[in-house]
């Protein structure tokens, strides 16, 4: 994708309901290159819904989300996570049940390493973090 223009990534119009609750009431978001975005409002304003449309985590009812003016609404996560699109969670953790190594190597399956690879990647990693003493330890510990 060209990821030359201003904006680079935006929701337009999302909306999210469960049921009849309407979480998420058309909110529109534009981000620039080089740009961090936090959204900021009380408990049960649709902050996290609305990130987890824009990264794909789920889909939103209505609205479209664009990676520099490519319409991704319709894109899995790990094609979005591909193309830079990422989001931090305030949990510690989502894999708090696997082991460190596992944790790590979920990620390397997302890219197109090949299993050699990613096994040399890997290992480099738990190198540069100097975590290999913790390899089989769960994540959150």
Do not use: C, W
């Amino acid at each position: 994708m060209n990821l030359t223009s201003t904006e680079i990534l935006s929701g337009n119009n999302l909306r999210k309901s469960y049921g009849n609750k309407e979480i998420v009431k058309g909110i529109s978001i534009n981000v620039k290159r080089g740009e961090v975005v936090g959204l900021l409002g009380p408990n049960g304003a649709g902050k996290t819904t609305t990130f987890y449309m824009i990264t794909g985590m789920i889909r939103p009812n209505s609205g479209e989300v664009k990676l520099d003016e490519t319409n991704i609404t319709n894109l899995p996560m790990y094609q979005r996570a591909r193309e830079g699109i990422g989001y931090l969670a305030q949990e510690p953790s989502v894999f708090t049940k696997l082991s460190v190594e596992d944790n790590l190597r979920l990620v390397l399956e997302m890219t197109t390493l090949t299993k050699e690879e990613q096994s040399q990647r890997l290992e480099k990693l738990l190198d540069d973090f100097s975590i290999s003493h913790i390899r089989k330890s769960k994540a959150y510990t």
